[in-house]
């Protein structure tokens, strides 16, 4: 399966579009952003829900608000200029931040829901308790609290035969975040801010129901395909891992063209035209090349394989991390802390 087809492409979740139809979609965009916007919008959720308290967000009430959209995001590709001048106002560099301006813009331009309110720091005595991401009112008169997230973790395991993995398996890849305690301070912490006796004095009186955005790429060792924790969606985004030490039999036996994927570039699946590598001097290298750039970095590094489509596309084949030889012991260490 290649990183912009089958249930990586789509959610389930999106009334009124099919998963063949959301991947076509996202093939026919051309501007970078708005496929992150489209992929943001469309792509499967990483979890399933989580009662009693942790409900997921669809940005779409019907399936008509859904096929508008789709819509809509064709005509902004056909016109991006105006998302990308609200992308350039501030410097963004968190991948987190990028998502939030993206599904920000939705929620003021699109044909669905409509923002009220974002990024409301809810204080006590000076003191800061929290910050809802976004306060929204579908066009049917919900009002709902969504708390977005945008994770990539890399399953660190031991492959148990026949055992589900767990979702503290899950590790960032510097390993200073895990997927379990990241979904615990959603479902404690976040989701239950707009609910709270002090939400009432910000301006913006409930009740609001919360509900998690949560969206991004899970990668598994090369070789192991463990049990899907019960917590995640099935269709979740997947990628792979390997060792430095496992790159170059892994790479020879996977495609001719790699590139590494800086942090901005971590949503949807990468499409670039001919014209588009040579204006913004895209590098497209062989494996040893890339495993010569990688080798320098402390940590782990994303990586996409690339092929050329018939009209001389370049488009991503698939996504995952090369790691230090010595990460997967630290990460299984981690995992089990």
């Known amino acids: 399966m290649t990183a912009g087809e089958g249930p990586a492409a789509g959610s389930a979740a999106a009334p009124g579009i099919d998963a063949a139809s959301r991947a076509t979609l996202l093939d026919t965009l051309h501007d970078a952003a708005v496929r992150d916007l489209a992929w943001l919008l469309l792509s499967a959720d990483l979890l399933r829900p989580q009662p009693p308290v942790g409900a997921l967000a669809n940005p779409f009430d019907t399936p008509q608000e859904a096929r508008a959209t789709c819509d809509w995001l064709r005509a902004l590709d056909a016109a991006p200029e105006a998302l990308h001048q609200e992308l350039a106002a501030t410097r963004i560099t968190r991948l987190g ?174 499409r670039h035209t001919s014209l588009e590598v040579q204006t913004a001097g895209l590098a497209f290298v062989d494996a040893e090349t890339l495993a010569g750039q990688t080798s320098r970095q402390h940590g782990p590094s994303m990586v996409a394989a690339f092929t050329e489509d018939s009209v001389g596309n370049l488009v991503e084949r698939s996504r995952g991390f090369i790691v230090p030889d010595e990460w997967p012991e630290l990460a299984q260490s981690y995992a089990q802390q």
């Not at 496992?246 to 994927?261: E, N, Y």
């Open 97 to 270: 931040r990028y998502a939030e301006r993206l599904l920000g813009w939705f929620l003021q331009q699109g044909p669905a829901a409509r923002l009220v309110a974002a990024g409301v720091p809810l204080r006590r005595a000076g003191v800061t308790l929290g910050e809802c991401d976004f306060l929204v009112r579908t066009r049917q008169g919900a009002r709902l609290h969504w708390e977005l997230a945008v994770k990539c973790y890399l399953h660190a395991g031991e492959g148990r035969a026949q055992l589900p993995a767990r979702l503290s398996d899950y590790v960032g890849p510097n390993l200073k975040d895990r997927f379990d305690l990241k979904l615990a301070h959603v479902l404690n912490h976040q989701l239950p801010l707009s609910a709270r006796e002090e939400f009432a004095s910000v301006g913006y009186a409930g009740p609001w129901t919360p509900q998690m955005f949560i969206k991004g790429w899970l990668f598994y060792r090369d070789g192991e395909t463990p049990l899907d924790p019960v917590e995640l969606d099935p269709a979740h985004g997947r990628g792979w891992w390997v060792t430095r030490s496992d790159w170059p039999a892994f790479a020879a036996a996977h495609a001719q063209k790699w590139r590494t994927l800086p942090r901005l570039e971590w949503l949807a699946p990468r």
